[in-house]
Structures are given as C-alpha cells and as structure tokens.
C-alpha cells in the first residue's frame, strides 16, 4: 500500500502524526536530531526516521520507504527541505501536500496592534542592514542558525539569544559572540508570565522573531510586548510556491487517507 512521509519538526507534525497512526495510515515521519524522536507516538504503522536529508538522497529515501504520498509540516522558515521534497515529487510524480501553522492576523490592521511597535521586515539581512538594534538590548528568539550574522552587532547593541537547550545552539551563540550571560536555554512552550520576567530582567528593549504563529509562540509575545512597550521585529516567512496548501487537519488527512488507499 505504500507509506506518506510527513516531514517533521514540528507540533503540527507532532498532532498530525498521532493521527495518522490513530487511523492506521502507514507512515514515516522525519526528524533531523534524537531528541525530536521521542515526541512521536509508538505505533506499528509509524516509522521516526532521524538524519538530514538533501536533494541528492531524496530519491534513493522515497524509494526504500515506498513513499506514495508527502505531507510537508515542517518549520515555515525550514524552506530547503520544503523545496528539495517539491522538486522531487515532481520528478518522481508523487502528490505533496503543504500542512502550515496559520499566520496571526493583526486586529485591525499592521501597525496598529502593540500601539505601533510591531515592525514587519523581510529577512535577517535587513535587520542586520538596518538600524533597528543599534544601541538596543534585543533578545533574539530566532534559532541558532541565523545567529553568527549578528556578530558584527556585539559592539554596537547589548545582545541576547533564547535558544532551545542543545549543545549545537550553545557553540553556535558562543560563535556569534555571546556570553553566558547573555544566553538562556529553554524549551517552549514559553508562558506569557515567563516571557514577561525574562524581557524584564534584561531590560530588553526589542525583541527580533519569527512569524512562527501560535504554535510558536508569537502571539505570547505580541501581548508581552504591548504590555511592556517593547519594539518586536518579526521576520516574515518565505516565500515557498507550494503546489498544493493547507491549514486544515482534516483536509490532510483526508489527502493521506485518499493516496494511501488508492496506491
């Protein structure tokens, strides 16, 4: 009958996994560390498959695991794995779906929510570029990856990452010139209470994140800092042309459902 891959990664893969193993749909779910594993249920008809994967592999990967249909629920900024899946299922022909966490909507328009404090920018390039942290105290809860392109801002601005507790992430922040003290390792979910006690014990000023949606955190800190009148960049999401896209559970798993049976 064949397997989905769901790309994993995330809550959304979290929830969609559970509930594809509750309908006895054959899947294999992939995750990039160990720790990720864990997360996911036990059950006969799902397989946590742990590694990277790049185009060149894809595949070699959607053969062995008699793939007939990919899920795509991965991070909204995770985009090369997004475009690596997308340019092989259209070589190998096997149906994608896009499952995404929806974007917060801002009540009554950009600009107006947080008393004007919410700055919309379009990559980390322009924060960098810009004059949006000089002489700021910013948190950064952006991930580990990104955080090397900041370390031209060291002496210019009073910089601090919030990072998930890994030994990658922390030699990546001591790598971008971060201090100990200036580092704080915490698995979400991130209460608003908490939130708010950290952005107040760092007398933080601005806060640059993701639009990662609810599912990661944005609107906690969309309150915290109306609350605090403190300045939050968000960085927008890729641009991805998806084939095919959904923020519906039931449409994906109707989609998983129909390729399953039908293979």
């Known amino acids: 009958m064949g397997r989905i891959w769901l790309i994993g990664g995330t809550a959304e893969s979290v929830f969609l996994a559970e ?11 992939s995750v990039t560390t160990e720790a990720a594993r864990s997360l996911y249920p036990n059950a006969s008809t799902l397989l946590v498959w ?43 022909q096997i149906p994608y779906l896009r499952y995404e966490r929806p974007v917060i909507e801002e009540r009554g328009g950009r600009g107006e929510e947080g008393k004007g404090r919410i700055v919309y920018i379009d990559s980390f390039n ?17 991930g580990y990856r990104p955080l090397h392109l900041f370390l031209p801002w060291q002496e210019r601005a009073t910089l601090f990452a919030r990072l998930l507790p890994s030994q990658i992430a922390l030699e990546a922040a001591s790598k ?14 991130i209460s608003a209470d908490l939130e708010k006690a950290l952005w107040r014990h760092w007398d ?60």
């Open 176 to 189: 971008a010139g971060f201090t100990p003290d200036r580092i704080i390792c915490l698995r979400p979910p």
């Open 19 to 29: 509930a594809l193993a509750h309908s006895q749909i054959s899947c294999v779910v």
């Open 126 to 142: 322009t924060a960098i570029c810009g004059n949006y942290l000089a002489k700021e105290r910013v948190l950064l809860t952006v």
């Open 50 to 92: 742990v590694g990277n994967l790049s185009f060149v592999n894809l595949d070699k990967f959607l053969q062995q695991q008699q793939v007939v249909a990919v899920l795509d629920a991965s991070h909204p900024y995770a985009v090369e794995i997004s475009k690596n899946a997308i340019a092989v299922c259209q070589k190998l």
């Open 204 to 263: 933080i000023s601005l806060v640059i994140t993701k639009a990662s949606g609810t599912a990661g955190g944005e609107d906690v800190k969309r309150r915290v800092a109306a609350e605090l009148g403190v300045k939050l960049v968000i960085i927008t999401r890729p641009e991805v042309a998806y084939p095919q896209q959904t923020s519906d559970v039931s449409e994906a798993l109707e989609f998983c459902c129909q390729h399953v049976v039908s293979a």
